[in-house]
């Protein structure tokens, strides 16, 4: 092979040259624009209030109901999304946990199945939690469930965004 | 490696003289817009395909966030265009594209047209040209409505109107359209069907052949 | 299947196992020896050429497409009596065609069937109809009159669209608010309407007397963009419809602050 360019080759270079800008001068937006949910950062949920006072919490978790209003894309249901914590306290602090199990995303129940009392359970592969959200070694899930933050107003519990790990 | 690659493929595939026939095939002087700067007539069959390559890439890309539904047309349209990065601009090429496409195809065909290239034996290139003339205009038809805006909507309820007028098979045709009795949901829905699958497969079939036609009959002689 | 029972004949032979006679001739193109000047080979060298071209196109493309926002109208609303309906504008001179007495009505036939229909079946069916050998549109001055003429008449037909349209556009009242309250009627603005003759067309409360209603002037559109206070200046200058021009008697200074109050007027 010579070292010399031939006029063959550099014409294969300008033509490829030219691919690539006319293949990014209109890929460019488009990617930019599919990716753009990647690049946005979360929004910063708030507290919202729920129904629960701080009388109401006790060392026993408690499933809580709150009303979340996000906003999907375009879509925002008026009426808001229901999400649910379990809430209870321990050495005096108040602690909401995340239902979601950390396995695959079912829904863990505190104390529905009798075999393993005072835990959490998650009946689509047997994960198991103890009362702090750690997961039980030997079960599927991997992590402990997420915390929620909290917050006490006017006597009422209030819940916010999950704490980051 | 590549090379390797491409040698193993090749030897199971045979897809060099495919691309080799296209690559190494020699163009006249007369279409060179290097070799005379009148010959820049010939390059607006190219940029309509061009055009078209850039109409379907964008329209894939919208595709991701577009919803054809007349609840949430409008309000996906307005996100993507308004909230997303370079929402304007995608959305703006395929707007702006549509037009474009249909200057650059009716300039093709007039240069067709001018330089006589459609005789013999070119006359069923024409006519496959043609055909993909009637799709594009359907493209545009279809693809107005989609943002289910006033002016979308009513566009569409005039040109059903003209459609209904016809003797004899007029109404059917528009109640074909409207997919009901009215410009609708069911509208839109059939709208985005053809835009988006129906109108663009035949599309690319009739650019299939037209290429292949070009390619088997040669480009036609200076005047 | 190629054995023939008459030894006299040809053999034939087939490509392969296909039925594809090996003798049949190839469709390939010809060369373009005959052609005057030179040829090159469409990669890398024609190619290229077509790619630089593109590359222009692109970066023209672009620049228009960042320099104009693709329009989104309001919401669609079947309700809204108002929106004056128009066409993509490649659609226009069929529009246009359907508005004129001789293809409308009883004879709509002829605008939406007839005069297409020839139309397009000519384009159709053109190397049918126009079966001579030779190809410079000068030698063939039948076919390049008849393209020429439909050229002229669809350009005219969508100017004449696109000129009605747009004076509809003006005398467009648009549709009357459902608010009827004068925005900001303690404002020097309004003390200016009142001094002038605007009040006695348009009415001490915006709503029209002999000339047009003002409320919700400030939503209203100008062909695609919203209205502006220069646009109500100009209408101010040099007058509309019924209205004369230099009927503002104030200052120029006053005239800007009136053209600023009335696009304030934003009564939905």
């Excluded at chain 1, 829904?107 to 198991?128: A, I, L, M, Y």
């Excluded at chain 1, 039980?136 to 915390?147: C, E, H, S, Y």
């Excluded at chain 2, 007349?70 to 304007?88: K, R, T």
């Excluded at chain 3, 230099?246 to 200052?251: A, D, H, L, T, V």
Aim: aromatic share 12%; glycine share 8%; charged share 20%.
């Amino acid at each position: 092979m010579s070292k010399k360019l031939s006029r063959r080759q550099f014409l294969t270079y300008t033509f490829g040259g030219t691919a690539g800008f006319l293949a990014s001068g209109m890929l460019f937006p488009m990617v930019r624009f599919a990716i753009d949910p990647v690049l946005k950062k979360g929004a910063g949920s708030e507290y919202v209030e729920t129904t629960m006072t701080e009388a109401e919490i006790t060392d026993s978790p408690k499933a809580v109901k709150f009303t979340i209003h996000r906003k999907d894309g375009w879509y925002q249901p008026p009426q808001g999304e229901e999400q649910t914590a379990w809430v209870f306290k321990q050495n005096g602090k108040v602690v909401a946990l995340s239902p979601v199990c950390k396995h695959l995303g079912c829904t863990v129940n505190w104390n529905s199945n009798p075999q393993f009392k005072d835990e959490f359970f998650c009946p689509c592969h047997f994960g198991r939690y103890y009362k702090d959200g750690r997961n039980v070694p030997g079960t599927p899930p991997a992590k402990p469930l997420d915390k929620y933050k909290t917050k006490i107003e006017n006597g009422r519990l209030l819940i916010g965004p999950l704490e980051k790990a | 490696m590549l090379r390797a690659i491409y040698d193993w493929v090749d030897e199971r595939l045979d897809i060099t003289p495919l691309w080799r026939d296209v690559a190494d095939h020699e163009v006249p002087e007369h279409v060179n817009p290097a070799h005379h700067f009148s010959a820049f007539i010939y390059c607006f069959g190219g940029l309509t395909f061009f055009v078209v390559v850039i109409q379907i890439l964008s329209g894939m890309f919208l595709a991701m966030y577009y919803v054809p539904d007349i609840v949430n047309a409008h309000p996906s349209v307005n996100y993507l265009q308004n909230e997303l990065a370079m929402g304007a601009i995608v959305r703006g090429m395929h707007h702006w594209g549509a037009s474009v496409a249909i200057v650059m195809l009716f300039l093709h065909t007039l240069r067709v047209f001018f330089t006589g290239s459609y005789k013999h034996p070119r006359e069923f290139n024409w006519v496959v040209g043609m055909l993909i003339f009637f799709v594009m205009l359907g493209l545009g038809f279809t693809g107005y409505l989609l943002p289910w805006d006033n002016k979308a909507y009513f566009a569409t309820k005039v040109g059903v109107e003209i459609a209904a007028s016809v003797p004899v098979i007029g109404p059917y045709i528009a109640t074909f359209l409207q997919g009901g009795d009215i410009v609708g949901a069911q509208t839109l829905a059939r709208f985005f069907a053809l835009h988006v699958f129906f109108l663009p497969a035949a599309l690319l079939g009739l650019l299939g052949a037209h290429f292949i036609l070009i390619r088997r009959q040669g480009i036609s002689g200076p005047l | 299947m190629a054995h023939n029972p008459d030894g006299n004949q040809k053999q034939v032979h087939y490509v392969g196992d296909s039925r594809v006679r090996a003798d049949r001739p190839k469709l390939y193109p010809p060369d373009y020896s005959e052609f005057p000047g030179k040829s090159e080979a469409f990669f890398p060298d024609f190619l290229l050429k077509e790619w630089m071209v593109a590359a222009v196109f692109l970066v023209g493309f672009m620049t228009l497409v960042m320099a104009e926002e693709p329009p989104l109208g309001e919401l669609a609303d079947p309700t809204n009596t108002s929106f004056l309906p128009v066409p993509d504008w490649y659609f226009l001179f069929l529009y246009q065609l359907l508005k004129y007495k001789w293809a409308s009505g009883p004879f709509v036939v002829i605008g939406t069937v007839i005069l297409p229909g020839i139309a397009f079946t000519a384009l159709l069916l053109a190397p049918w109809l126009d079966r001579s050998k030779e190809r410079r549109p000068l030698k063939r001055p039948v076919a390049t009159g008849i393209m020429i003429v439909s050229l002229i008449s669809v350009a005219a037909l969508t100017w004449a669209a696109e000129v009605e349209h747009e004076k509809q556009m003006e005398s467009n009242p648009g549709e009357t608010p459902e608010n009827t309250k004068v925005i900001a009627q303690d404002e020097e603005g309004y003390r200016i309407y009142q001094k002038n003759a605007c009040i006695k067309c348009h009415g001490d409360q915006l709503q029209g007397l002999n000339g047009p209603s003002l409320l919700g002037i400030g939503n209203r559109m100008k062909g695609e963009h919203k209205m502006t206070a220069e646009d109500i200046i100009k209408i101010i200058d040099e007058g509309r419809g019924a209205m004369p021009a230099g009927m503002f008697q104030g200052s120029e200074q006053e005239k800007k602050i009136l053209a600023e109050w009335l696009m304030k007027q934003k009564q939905k």
